[in-house]
Nanobody
Framework: QVQLVESGGGLVQAGGSLRLSCAAS????????MGWYRQAPGKQRELVAA???????NYADSVKGRFTISRDNAKSTVYLQMNSLKPEDTAVYYC?????????WGQGTQVTVSS
């Protein structure tokens, strides 16, 4: 099990940028996949981006070209750089770790994009 703590959320105008961080309580080197999910009010949680241990990322179509996921195994931290933000990006963003048998989740950080 790993504890995850997200930070970096906030209020930003459309077109702006934010960088989310996810700090893990232990090394993430052996965790195959780390991801960022989001949940908007009244909607299901959805995958935003995921990154493998080797650094390969995949993205939801809605964020391709705008968001970049990265991981620093030495710092046990995963990042989500979000550029060209849109009001529809407003949601609670969650970090997740694929532990193989289950996912561990952070508590979430709110991102609000004003038009």
């Amino acid at each position: 099990q790993v504890q995850l703590v997200e930070s970096g959320g906030g209020l930003v105008q459309a077109g702006g940028s934010l960088r989310l961080s996810c700090a893990a309580s232990k090394s993430i080197f052996s965790i195959s996949t780390m991801g960022w999910y989001r949940q908007a009010p009244g909607k299901q949680r959805e995958l935003v981006a995921a990154i493998t241990r080797g650094g390969s990322g995949n993205y939801a179509d809605s964020v391709k070209g705008r968001f970049t996921i990265s991981r620093d195994n030495a710092k046990s931290t995963v990042y989500l750089q979000m550029n060209s933000l849109k009001p529809e990006d407003t949601a609670v963003y969650y970090c997740a770790a694929d532990m193989g048998y289950a996912y561990d989740w952070g508590q979430g950080t709110q991102v609000t994009v004003s038009s």
